[in-house]
DNA sequence: GTGAAAGCGCTAACAG
DNA sequence: CTGTTAGCGCTTTCAC
């Protein structure tokens, strides 16, 4: 591996002239500027960016962790914000933490370690454990999508809470009483979702509103999740009206359910997502736009890498939008 | 920030005898370790891995460029080989190419300067300028999907130039004459898929078949790739009974296309993918299974990191298998 | 068992 | 404009 003392040498200059000079600073004359260039090309040198930010303080890295890539939502929030960051010459730790707590703390830890410059984290429950110690690590974190509980933090998304009291709302307006809550348990938004629909069901009078939510049993993609909320959701499918889906990936299940007794989607029961990108559906949802709260989420993030704490507001949250698709419009 | 010299101050021992208790290395004492570890925990301490990593020549990091997170095979490749990388405590990098040389020559430049310990690229084309530089930086490399022409590459996956092969042939088979090919142009898949094609059509007689391969003018998703396509195609769809795709995805632009022409996809035409995942679609098409494709990659990274050029085998390509799904099953 | 010293490759003062 | 010195936080000899 050739390095900056290596061109020094060949050179007969000193070892930081070389540095000035590859680092375009000042103070370095244009002739021995081109001769160390030069040369370091020839030789093949490429900067050792360990060495360097071990004594910049700065590695020019950001590190994200989402449940999972396979998601559509997080998909597009992880490409926006890796499209817009390499723009801006930031490299990105991407990891994934499957919807579990432990792998999200120990991605953050991990990254820690790796000295990142900040991070963007979708969180898996509304309060991280390791939250408190960023604040002694002086390291930027926002989280985004969902909220923690923390008010000194900082975010990016949209209350899910809000998002499924307006599906929830929407559901009783277009005439369902009996409505049930669909879950998956990876996307690190089923708590916000539940509290929602829980607080909705209630004000409509319903006495145990818990009972009317279904969650796989164990932490799956929303695709398969879909499947096996199915299945719990069969023996009793027939006394509901409405279905609030947590996720719209949820609804292949729901759809094969369907199928199976015969039960039509707008006709028999009317079906409605909390969060969706809803491309390319028919399916009643809150729309998300995973690439805009990427791009702000990243711009946010990065005024609190350069200008650490005077960032304008501490949270932006954008107002759930429902578009209304076909499987919520009773037919006639 | 708490270094080992922090904790060693605190403790009155030297600084490599905390090194050594935190790493678990032999001579230390059972209670000095034990002392280490405790204080360490108490002052928060967290290891610097820029400073370990700079010593020890060794990131514990790799780095995956892909042409994009939002097409499926991608996704799924990224994520299983992330998977596997956290469990052996690898954290990774991950950038996209957007399908584009430049974008994956500075992503590779970058990512040697942050010194991963090896890399798992899709490549865009068939001949990487910076391949040769590999050997001098003696750094694993390894492609992955779609090969390239140096045949000192490591690779795990298809040869896709066979799968566009036993695809046209298959829609020739099936009783296609007038065959076209629909390409996209960010997912590095086309030239091999486009060869494999042109010399089937030749093989069939068929004189310039290089006018039936269309494909976008500008690099996008194959999503909407395919609708640009689509128009492409439109004037001179009904000269055509068979069409192969280069991606399953390209089919949304091509299904609305055949719709407008009141054009039925078995019937009228025969329609089959070079590259798919084919879950719950009816689209013949080759199974590409990118979750087996990044764990054998991952493995053999693994092996070149740590046995260097000791591997078994330098090139892992699976044979191609069709699956004949209803779009290109005659009716009847 | 433990400590002192050297050094990984680089940047950041400061002198000259 | 250029060179010298002193680290960044850690591991690695090698004495004791």
């Known amino acids: ?34 001769k160390v260039l030069e040369t370091a ?16 303080r700065s590695t020019g890295t950001i590190g994200i962790i989402v449940p999972s890539v396979r998601i559509s939502i997080y998909t597009e929030l992880v ?17 994934i933490s499957v919807g579990e707590v432990g792998n999200e703390a120990a991605a953050i830890e991990n990254l820690y370690q790796k000295r990142v410059d900040g ?18 690590f002086n390291l930027p974190l926002l989280y ?11 975010f990016v998304g949209v209350n899910l809470r809000d998002c499924a ?19 998956s348990t990876c996307t690190g ?16 009078g319903v006495e145990d509103p818990l009972q009317h939510v279904f969650q796989p049993s164990l932490s799956q993609m929303p695709q398969d999740a879909g499947f096996e909320v199915a299945q719990i959701l069969d023996p009793c499918i027939d006394s509901y009206d409405g279905v609030v889906l947590e996720h719209e990936f949820l609804y292949f ?25 809803g491309r390319g559906r028919s399916l009643t949802s809150i729309n998300i736009d995973p690439q805009q709260i990427g791009y702000d989420a990243l711009s946010m993030l990065m005024d609190l890498i350069h200008y650490r704490n005077n960032v304008a507001e501490k949270k932006v949250v954008t107002a759930p939008k429902l578009t209304i698709r076909k499987s919520s419009r009773r037919p006639g």
Chains 1, 2 share one sequence.
Do not use: W
């Open 144 to 154: 985004v999508l969902s909220d923690t509980d923390y008010d000194d933090s900082y």
């Open 79 to 95: 490409e926006a914000i890796m499209e817009r960051a390499a723009k801006m010459n930031y490299s990105t730790f991407l990891a």
């Open 189 to 204: 938004m089923k708590t916000d979702i539940e509290t929602g629909f829980v607080e909705t069901l209630r004000e409509h």
């Open 165 to 183: 009291r307006l599906v929830t709302e929407h559901l009783y307006e277009s005439g369902c009483r009996r409505i049930a809550l669909l879950c």
């Open 41 to 56: 090309k020839k030789m093949g040198y490429v900067p050792n960016s360990l060495a360097k930010s071990l004594v910049t």
């Open 1 to 34: 591996m050739v390095t900056m003392e290596d061109i020094s040498i060949v050179l007969g200059v000193s070892i930081n002239t070389v540095s000035k000079a590859l680092n375009n600073k000042p103070d370095v004359s244009p002739k021995t500027r081109q």
């Open 119 to 136: 991070m963007i984290v979708v969180p898996v429950d509304r309060h991280p454990a390791y939250h408190s110690s960023f604040r002694v």
């Open 253 to 277: 299940g729901l759809h094969e359910l369907l199928d199976q007794h015969a039960l039509s989607c707008p006709g028999d029961l009317l079906v409605a997502a909390c969060a969706g990108c």
